[in-house]
């Protein structure tokens, strides 16, 4: 008989940005630790499908999953903490459930039914996060609910997510709320209103917060935490400060030392946890690796969607891997590539480049030079994705001498297109869900700086993109000084470049980021670290 699957609803109040996302993982981490089977789920209550069609700059970076799933940021959050992949069907958003209930009303599943909210769109939301914890098995599933208690579109939601705890019992499903507890610089104390507000609309949808996570920016104080349990009606040891530290993977201890596992278990009716039972050795010492100061690494990231530093958080969170297991300190400087104006000359303070993926024509001549610069500075560069398109059609413009080289997505009349659509694109319209997309499988070329840092001929890794290497340009590229290592398709597509006379010089067609995990950085971040750091 299949074990019920117990939920942890995370709800936030007050403001975007608190950090549900951080707070689900660190709760599930502190489950996995305890050596529960884990995992957890984005609600995304925007119309869109998924976050495919975003941008970036907005809302963040786009996630992949081995899937193929474009999910929100959270995702990738979530497969950091706990080591491990989650599919698609882990982010559910407005838009895909809307899909599902009117594709069922015109089958004519509803037998002339008036579709509605509730049951119908209620419904499919619980059976959405219903089958993840059938399906794979969980003893809990964290489920984070975006947006903030009082937005209309988080309403169908935040029922759906009442109705399973009616259901299914209090001893089977808690809510977590997340709030905040700023502090006036002008007299210092912690305020306590935000919260008291925010709950009291929690409640007026008929949701009791059974626990409260507060936000702060130093150890929420005994006083406030009274306060805030009097006017919440929650115990004092059911309010957990969320006070600012050094990294996010220490969250899971902050809130382990307040007790919170211990208030889980009694909660959901679980057996007590046994002191020592917690499996802290592997988590402690990858916490501790990112505490160490060592050399600083200068790191030049030039893209498009520089404004916000969340549009790259992958990249970002990879590079820090890297960087904690060498003990190197790296420090990232994100650069508008339009800004640079084709003066790169800037850039050679830098011990290593990165141009990361994008899309689209703004910015991309000074992404050109600059991975042109990198090449003859011989400074160590890595270009992902787009990063990986444009260091060839540098190569094809500075060193092949082809007349107005470019790729067709940013100048479709190019004489020279270096990078062109898929054959398979030429018919697309859609945008959405359309890219090549998730994991493929990719082979890697012996006895090549791939080969070395990789230590595998086959790897697999997740893609995004439309564009690939034109392969008319192959043979001229080869002559030239840049090879390609790595393949897939059969050779139908090139996905790793190289120059071996270079100090440091890839480029890759798949996104390597979001493969990187704490403690597990993955292999070219950590060669282009300590290449950049030599």
Sequence with gaps: MQQQTKYIFVTGGVMSGLGKGVTSSSIAKLLQIHNKRVSCVKIDPYLNYDAGTMNPVAHGEVFVTEDGGECDMDIGNYERFLNQNVTKSHNITTAQVYSQVIEAERRGEYLGACVQIIPHVTDAIKGRIRKIGQEENLEILVVECGGTVGDIESLPFLEALRQIRLEDGAENVMFVHVTLAPSLDVVGEQKTKPTQHSVQELRRIGIQPDMLMVRCTRPLEDSVREKISHFSNITARDVFSCHDVESILAVPKVIYDQGIVTEIFRKLSMEAPQEGGANWKEWDLIVDSFRKNGEEVKIAMVGKYVKLPDSYVSVNQALKHAGAKLGKNVKIDWIDAEELNGNVDSLSSYDGIIVPGGFGERGTEGMIKTANFARERNIPYLGICFGFQLAAVAFGRYVCGLEGANSSEIDPSTQNPIIDLLPEQKDVKNKGGSLRLGSHEVNIVENTMASKLYKSSK???????????????????????????????????????????????????????????????????????RASSS
Excluded: W
């Design 459 to 529: 790897i697999s890794r997740r893609h995004r993109h439309r564009y690939e290497f034109n392969q008319k340009y192959l043979e001229m590229f080869a002559l030239k000084g840049l090879v390609f290592t790595g393949h897939s398709d059969g050779k139908k597509r090139m996905e790793a470049l190289e120059i071996p006379s270079h100090k440091f010089y890839l480029g890759i067609q798949f996104h390597p980021e979001f493969s990187s995990r704490p403690g597990y950085p993955e292999e070219c971040f950590e060669a282009f670290v």
